[in-house]
């Protein structure tokens, strides 16, 4: 039996060894868990478990969405992408949505960061304030 410290230890090595460029090499990452599993050493359970949560991670990290009350132009599209790439680095999944109740303005999800500056979400910062 290992400790969860080891296999967090074990889970980052080979989370490490699965990066090209910065980047996450998803085939390689999905190859080396199969390995790890057909290989079954010791703590194995606990090593794919600290590794699963690591990929996911970065995997949600990777994906981001942009929502805005109309639709952006072709060039907004374009300038949002490369803002995300300068702060977060490339992105696999970048949608861009258009929800029209947000009334004006935008919210963009990146992981688990959520930079809101709609005016519905205004609205509810205001109403939130108010009633403290």
């Known amino acids: 039996m290992i400790t969860p410290k080891q296999a967090e230890r074990q889970a980052k ?64 599209q374009r300038q949002f992408t490369e803002l995300l790439k300068r702060r977060y680095g490339a992105c696999r999944q970048l949608t861009f949505a258009v929800v029209p109740g947000l009334i004006g303005g935008l919210r963009i999800h990146v992981g688990s960061d959520e930079y809101d500056n709609s005016v519905c979400g205004r609205l509810d910062r205001l109403l939130e304030r108010l009633s403290h």
């Open 13 to 76: 090595a080979l989370f490490r060894a699965c990066r090209r460029d910065g980047m996450l090499d998803q085939d390689l990452a999905a190859r080396t868990a199969e390995a790890v599993a057909a290989a079954r050493p010791r703590g194995y359970l606990a090593i794919l478990g600290a590794y699963a949560r690591l990929v996911k991670l970065e995997l949600e990290r990777c994906a981001a969405r942009v929502e805005s009350a109309v639709a952006l132009t072709d060039e907004e």
